[in-house]
């Protein structure tokens, strides 16, 4: 039985992929700070293991990492938006925190599904959660279109280090699916053209199902009419 960790996996896309892994016969460690959100998912299927953790905490990440064991695919999905404003009203602490979640946690995860697959032997794929803001910002998303920036070098980085081990890594970057990070924005911008996030889900599972052999190291899934090509 193939396996895969997720992180962020209380709600929103994780959520759904998450479920959508279960559905394939896949086994599943859910990752994330809620335990009950976790339990609503694990406490139904038999193959879903709920491993509360905060991605920023190593010694955590760590721990769930070790209970889960053989690990075959990463999706390194957990993240926060941050507010929409400008730089300059942008608390420090606040700017720290989206970092810490969409940057130090990534690392975090990626540096132990790395060392996993190398400790096993055989290989082994880490997809991380980009964005369209990857490639071009929403205004006053400051915070957010940094760190996922920083995610593409470090999924080039990933895939190119992981050469020598069989490690592959790519990038999914998803374009206004409906989930609870895309609330607020909706909420504000009530004719923003959104997807179904079951189809965010159905992408990684594609990608994670490729054998080693193969790579997506960037894939774009996105709302057909939202503004991304030739925003602006």
Same mark, same amino acid.
């Given at each position: 039985m193939k396996s895969i960790l997720i992180t962020g996996a209380s709600s929103g896309i994780g959520r759904t992929t998450a479920e959508a892994f279960l559905e394939a016969g896949w086994r599943v460690g859910m990752v994330a700070r809620r335990a009950e959100r976790l339990a609503e998912v694990a406490d139904d299927h038999p193959n879903a293991v709920s491993l509360p953790a905060d991605v920023t905490d190593g010694d955590a990440m760590a721990a769930a990492f070790d209970r889960f064991g053989q690990l075959d695919v990463l999706f390194n999905n957990a993240g926060v938006f941050g507010p929409s404003v400008p730089i300059d009203e942008v608390p420090l602490e606040v700017w720290e925190d989206v970092l810490s979640v969409n940057l130090r946690g990534m690392f975090i995860a990626a540096r132990l599904a790395f060392g996993r697959f190398r400790a096993q032997g055989g290989g082994g794929r880490i997809i991380n959660n980009g964005s369209i803001s990857a490639h071009t910002p929403r205004e006053n998303t400051i915070c957010y279109s940094t760190t996922k920036h920083a995610i593409t070098g470090l999924t080039k980085s990933l895939a190119l280090d992981g050469r020598p081990f069989d490690i592959t890594a790519g990038q999914i970057d998803i374009g206004n699916a409906e989930s609870e990070l895309l609330v607020g924005l909706k =909420?504000?911008? $009530?004719?923003?053209? =959104?997807?179904? +996030?079951?189809? /965010? #889900? #159905? #992408? +990684? *599972?594609?990608? /994670?199902? *490729? $054998?080693?052999s193969a790579n997506i190291p960037f894939m774009t899934v996105m709302a057909t009419k939202m503004p991304f090509l030739g925003r602006g």
């Open positions: =909420t504000a911008n $009530p004719d923003m053209q =959104t997807m179904d +996030v079951s189809h /965010a #889900a #159905a #992408a +990684v *599972l594609h990608m /994670a199902r *490729l $054998p080693l």
